[in-house]
């Protein structure tokens, strides 16, 4: 267990919804990730963050923001929720030296409707 | 659990002997090619490493074959166990950079 929560775990929404998830961690690591998970297309990366304030984009962010205001959160926000961005959302972290290694710890996913 | 097994690649396996999980990348640069487990309803979970400069590294019951030549990848997994049942993704590292791309992913079936 790396000291990942991710909530909410599951959530059904309506479509032109804002929808929230959240990523907290305990062991205060600089790197944190956002990915999906659709069937066929394995995970991608839509945000991740090297520190406090500090995000870049990864490969399908259009339709996502996040914000990272303290270490322990990252989160993850859909401003106008579409039924494409239905999917399963993963959370990780990189471990101290995990963001040069490629070892990251991962949380047990949230996943989210919108009808 | 979460359906991610749907248009996956599948190998089964009988519970004893060795599997081996293949996987093609395509980007030359990378410095790391990591391999990942991910059992039905739970999150990645890391299992094995290889640096861009190793052909062959082993961990517990597992072995990651490098071959830059043809940008090949492969996780063979000794004495198959049915809690060895997962899917595995393949990722890499790209030089430079500290975000993974990740394969497509093969399921593992193992029957006792």
């Known amino acids: 267990d790396a000291g990942i929560t991710q909530s909410p775990r599951h959530k059904v929404t309506e479509t032109g919804t804002p929808v929230t998830l959240r990523c907290h961690q305990t062991?205060?690591?600089?790197?944190m990730y956002w990915y999906r998970q659709d069937p066929g297309h394995g995970l991608r990366l839509i945000h991740y963050?090297?520190?406090?304030?500090?995000?870049d984009k990864g490969e399908v962010s259009d339709g996502y923001s996040v914000s990272r205001s303290k270490t322990e959160d990252f989160l993850l926000t859909l401003e106008s929720a579409t039924s494409s961005q239905t999917s399963v959302y993963f959370c990780?972290?990189?471990?101290?030296?995990?963001?040069?290694?490629?070892?990251?710890?991962f949380g047990e996913g949230s996943r989210l409707t919108v009808l | 659990g979460e359906s991610v097994g749907l248009h996956l690649p599948t190998l089964s396996v009988q519970e004893g002997d060795n599997s081996i999980i293949n996987c093609a990348y395509s980007n030359s640069a990378s410095d790391y090619f990591i391999w990942y487990k991910q059992e039905s309803g739970k999150g990645p979970q890391f299992i094995i490493d290889?640096?861009?400069?190793?052909d062959k590294r082993q961990g517990q019951r597992v072995t990651v074959l490098l071959n830059k030549t043809v940008k090949h990848l492969s996780l063979q997994i000794a004495a198959t166990q049915p809690g060895d049942s997962a899917v595995y993704f393949c990722a890499d590292l790209p030089s430079g950079y500290s975000t993974l791309t990740f394969g497509k992913g093969t399921m593992l079936l193992v029957s006792p």
């Open positions: 963050s090297y520190g406090v304030k500090d995000t």
């Open positions: 290889i640096r861009s400069n190793m």
């Open positions: 062991e205060n690591h600089r790197y």
């Open positions: 990780a972290i990189a471990p101290s030296g995990g963001q040069n290694t490629g070892e990251l710890f």
